[in-house]
């Protein structure tokens, strides 16, 4: 499968803990986005990487939550100090950058989090 | 404002029928691009047709077609011939910025919920 994979699926944990989520993009992908997904409503954006670089974080990227990709490939999401109102879906998506290309973005089917 | 409004949380439609799901967006970006997304219950996004701005015909992609009207800012996706796998939540979204150059990510709207009923 050379799609976009998110490990774990889903995530149970208690308030307080931290928890971190990894995205593998399609390889060929230089861009590599992470959006939020709570129940009913549309996925809102969190962060995009273009290669290594974190180009734009969204104002709902609190302090608790950081992202990286360190060599330009996979990239790890983590929440410090989960709080309830963190569970949601946390989806990424890949792009291809450049090119006339509609800059379509191919997304991972999700890590569920349950912050008890 | 909303820059993607969809104002229909529900919609039905009968199998085989064509079912037409609203989205009005809002940019003063003259450079821009549409997409529609199905996300089934399974969770996965699933791309379905794309417009962008300068596009001079609607698109089509087999039974889906975009429903342009640049003036009154509405992408609207018609579906034909609904079948009862087409049942799924359906988003619109937005690139604002010329083609993948731009530095903008995709706006998504909140989503319609279609059920086919047979």
């Known amino acids: 499968d050379t799609g976009v994979s998110q490990d774990p699926r889903h995530k149970i944990t208690k308030r307080g803990q931290n928890v971190t989520f990894r995205c593998d993009p399609i390889s060929e992908h230089n861009r590599l986005y992470w959006y939020r997904q709570t129940l009913g409503q549309g996925p809102e954006f969190l962060t995009y990487f273009q290669n290594e670089a974190q180009l734009e974080k969204s104002r709902l990227l609190s302090d608790r939550f950081s992202a990286e990709r360190p060599k330009g490939s996979f990239s790890t999401l983590e929440i410090q100090r989960t709080e309830q109102g963190d569970s949601a879906m946390y989806l990424c998506?890949?792009?291809?950058?450049?090119?006339?290309?509609?800059?379509?973005?191919?997304f991972g089917e999700g890590s569920r989090l349950t912050v008890l | 404002a909303q820059k993607i409004t969809q104002t229909q949380p529900g919609m039905f439609v009968q199998e085989k029928e064509a079912v037409t799901l609203d989205c009005t967006y809002d940019t003063s970006d003259p450079s821009y691009g549409l997409f529609w997304y199905k996300q089934p219950s399974s969770g996965e996004m699933i791309f379905l047709i794309y417009?962008?701005?300068?596009?001079?015909q609607n698109a089509t992609e087999g039974r889906y077609s975009l429903n342009f009207q640049k003036a009154r800012k509405s992408a609207n996706l018609v579906i034909s011939a609904s079948q009862l796998g087409d049942s799924a939540m359906y988003f619109c979204?937005?690139?604002?910025?010329?083609?993948?150059?731009?530095?903008?990510?995709?706006?998504f709207g909140s989503g319609t919920q279609l059920t086919v009923l047979p």
């Open positions: 417009q962008g701005s300068y596009d001079q």
């Open positions: 979204a937005m690139r604002e910025g010329a083609s993948s150059g731009s530095a903008r990510q995709l706006t």
């Open positions: 998506a890949s792009s291809v950058y450049g090119g006339d290309n509609t800059g379509e973005l191919f």
